[in-house]
């Protein structure tokens, strides 16, 4: 299946003064696979070492001698040769040997030659340990999330969807017929989600119940995993703490809702555990004055995105006749699925070697409260998101923010129609573009009308 990174991945390996590549990820968002896809399309010889099976050159790794490292790989994979321009190293699962991270600059500063790829199902947990040497500036980094809505339309062979999707324009938006089918395999989205797993099984089964097993399959692999998060772990508390994140989705995280009679420096812990897990993303409340937002991030004030909103329909046990039968998503489970869906894209919508981050506002003025779900950087600018209020309902939160920062501009996600318009409130004036959920990937072409 096509993903937006294997256009990057070759970029980097055609390029002369290319780094180590370190690909991070949560489990099962496909890491291997893109790794594995981008050597097939660039014809190069994947010579692939699990780290989590006995190697011979892991002694080797203190002397700091990449070509020693390459040959005995070479001798112990019983390769005929080794050609740097013709194959690609790939060390998976490199959490199993922390010391190869270190190994990465002697292989840029002493044989930068070689093709070198690194990744790990918990790579971050090792990446943040505190006594930990990492070799900054002689690596680079590539992000890798869910496969977005686009995606999942690639991955099940609709690939004139997406060309519709890339030609639609404000000036000449979709006629309601056109609208409604794009509606349809939104919700369709919501249910799988962009586990690649579950894409794949149902384009080869278009069988929910496949789907639903393949999830449930991930969420269970998940919580295995907590006893490797840390030694002091408590995986009661984890397992708690997963299975109560989905329902306050949407909302300011209060540590006791999240466990009722637990230490909230307990319930912190666990949240950053999870976070460096990739399992969630804390959004933190940013002021919204200017740009970077994370510069006025306020960082006890914060919602939660999940992974992904498949597996966050099937933690949530909502029904798949809720989902396929509402005209709405923004009813569903109060509004989470239309967030989580929102949060899930934005936060992955930058530069893919950048980190993948997330920002809202709240007023925080006693008996005068305002929330607009997000926030993103657009033309040097703030731009206010709004996903909550739907295709109905008033907008007084977004017009405070637009009051308040003196703002122009403001985008909603909903399942209404593409619009741009102009508004007036009292002494506020805006321009407002109204984006259907389905061309999430394409608002920052769309926002061009602004």
């Known amino acids: 299946m096509k993903r937006q990174q294997l256009n990057y991945i070759k970029e980097w390996a055609d390029r002369k003064s290319r780094k180590p590549l370190i690909i991070r990820g949560a489990r099962q968002v496909g890491k291997t696979t893109l790794v594995k896809l981008a050597c097939e399309e660039m014809g190069l010889e994947l010579v692939e070492i699990n780290m989590e099976d006995p190697q011979e050159f892991t002694p080797l790794l203190p002397q700091n001698d990449p070509h020693k490292v390459f040959q005995t790989i070479a001798l112990s994979k019983q390769l005929r040769e080794i050609n740097p321009a013709k194959q690609l190293f790939f060390f998976d699962e490199a959490q199993a040997c922390p010391a ?38 002689r690596v680079e980094f590539l992000y890798l999330g869910p496969m977005t809505f686009e995606e999942y339309l690639s991955g099940t062979n609709n690939e004139a969807a997406i060309e519709q999707l890339q030609q639609v324009t404000v000036e000449e938006p979709f006629n309601e017929a056109v609208h409604k089918v794009f509606l349809k395999y939104l919700r369709n989205y919501l249910i799988i989600g962009g586990m690649p797993e579950a894409i794949n099984v149902y384009r080869e089964t278009r069988s929910y119940l496949e789907v639903e097993r393949v999830k449930q399959s991930i969420i269970t692999t998940y919580q295995a995993d907590f006893h490797k998060y840390s030694p002091k772990a408590d995986i009661d508390l984890l397992n708690r703490i997963l299975t109560a994140i989905p329902a306050q989705l949407g909302q300011k995280i209060i540590y006791t809702r999240l466990s009722e009679g637990t230490r909230s420096d307990k319930i912190k812990h666990v949240l950053e555990l999870l976070e460096l897990a990739k399992i969630i993303q804390r959004c933190f409340h940013s002021h919204g004055d200017g740009l970077p937002l994370a510069a006025q991030q306020k960082t006890n004030y914060f919602k939660l995105v999940f992974l992904d909103v498949g597996l966050v329909q099937s933690m949530l046990g909502i029904s798949l006749a809720a989902v396929e039968t509402t005209q709405e998503i923004n009813e569903i489970a109060k509004g989470a699925l239309a967030e989580q869906f929102v949060g899930q894209h934005l936060m992955y919508d930058r530069p893919m070697f950048e980190a993948a981050s997330i920002h809202y506002w709240e007023r925080q003025v006693k008996q005068s409260t305002a929330e607009v779900d997000y926030l993103v950087p657009w033309d040097q600018r703030v731009l206010p998101v709004e996903v909550k209020s739907g295709h109905k309902g008033h907008m007084k939160s977004l017009q405070r923010f637009l009051q308040e920062k003196k703002g122009d501009r403001a985008l909603r996600f909903s399942s209404g129609p593409l619009l741009l318009k102009d508004y007036a409130h009292g002494d506020t004036a805006y321009r407002f573009l109204n984006v259907p959920h389905y061309l999430i990937g394409q608002w920052q072409r769309l926002a061009e009308a602004f």
């Open 100 to 137: 190869l991270i270190p190994f990465l600059r002697y292989c840029f500063e002493r044989a930068p030659q070689y093709r070198v790829i690194l990744t790990g199902s918990l790579l971050e947990f090792v990446l943040a340990a505190d006594n930990y040497s990492f070799p900054v500036g």
